[in-house]
Nanobody
Framework: QVQLVESGGGLVQAGGSLRLSCAAS????????MGWYRQAPGKQREWVAL???????NVADSLQGRFIISRDNAKNTVFLQMNSLKPEDTAVYYC????????????????WGQGTQVTVSS
């Protein structure tokens, strides 16, 4: 089992930045990929970013240039740096991890975090 704990969410004004953290613990040796999803009110959960075991990263096209995914391997932690935030970014952000990279990418990870609320005011 793997436990994912998110932190860093909160209230920020438009144009500001936040950095979300996701700390993984447990049987992490089998994890091949981690990523971030978000779900805004009235919208379907959407993929945000992905990072593979080898360090390769991908960010959703609409978020490229503003969002960056990274990791600290020593701390088993992934980050989501969110810059130039817009009210449309308001959502619950979820960390995900899985033994198969593609499963994380396509929304069927082995593990989900509880989510952290990000609210961007205008």
């Amino acid at each position: 089992q793997v436990q994912l704990v998110e932190s860093g969410g909160g209230l920020v004004q438009a144009g500001g930045s936040l950095r979300l953290s996701c700390a993984a613990s447990g049987s992490i040796r089998s994890i091949d990929g981690m990523g971030w999803y978000r779900q805004a009110p009235g919208k379907q959960r959407e993929w945000v970013a992905l990072i593979a075991r080898d360090g390769n990263t991908n960010v959703a096209d609409s978020l490229q240039g503003r969002f960056i995914i990274s990791r600290d391997n020593a701390k088993n932690t992934v980050f989501l740096q969110m810059n130039s935030l817009k009210p449309e970014d308001t959502a619950v952000y979820y960390c995900a991890a899985g033994t198969r990279l593609w499963a994380v990418r396509t929304g069927t990870p082995d593990y989900w975090g509880q989510g952290t609320q990000v609210t961007v005011s205008s």
